[in-house]
Nanobody
Framework: QVDLVESGGGSVQAGGSLRLSCAASGYTYSSNCMAWFRQAPGKEREGVAVIFSIGSITYYADSVKGRFTISQDNAKNTVYLQMNSLKPEDTAVYYC?????????????????WGQGTQVTVSS
């Protein structure tokens, strides 16, 4: 069992920045990566970014490339999502996820563990 707790959400104006944190506890060795997803009202949950434990390899959704950065602090079992140049369309509940991903990282079904979510609201 892996427990994930997100923090750092909030409201910001377009062009601003926020940093989300996800603290993991429990049997974290059962996962090979951690990811951030988001879900806006009326839309499906979508993958934002992922970081793999081995080599810290990262991938991003096209919509956030160049604006968001995912990183990890292994000593703290924490993953971060630095979000810059935020746009109103980034407004969503952001979820942290962990799992033993063997397929396409952007698919929610690849992940076994999810946090409770944190709201990010970007106003124009």
């Amino acid at each position: 069992q892996v427990d994930l707790v997100e923090s750092g959400g909030g409201s910001v104006q377009a062009g601003g920045s926020l940093r989300l944190s996800c603290a993991a506890s429990g049997y974290t060795y059962s996962s090979n990566c951690m990811a951030w997803f988001r879900q806006a009202p009326g839309k499906e949950r979508e993958g934002v970014a992922v970081i793999f434990s081995i080599g810290s390899i990262t991938y991003y959704a096209d919509s956030v490339k160049g604006r968001f950065t995912i990183s990890q602090d292994n000593a703290k079992n924490t993953v971060y999502l630095q979000m810059n140049s935020l746009k109103p369309e980034d407004t969503a509940v952001y979820y942290c996820a962990a799992g033993l991903v063997t397929g396409w990282w952007i698919l929610p079904d690849e992940y076994n563990y999810w946090g409770q979510g944190t709201q990010v609201t970007v106003s124009s």
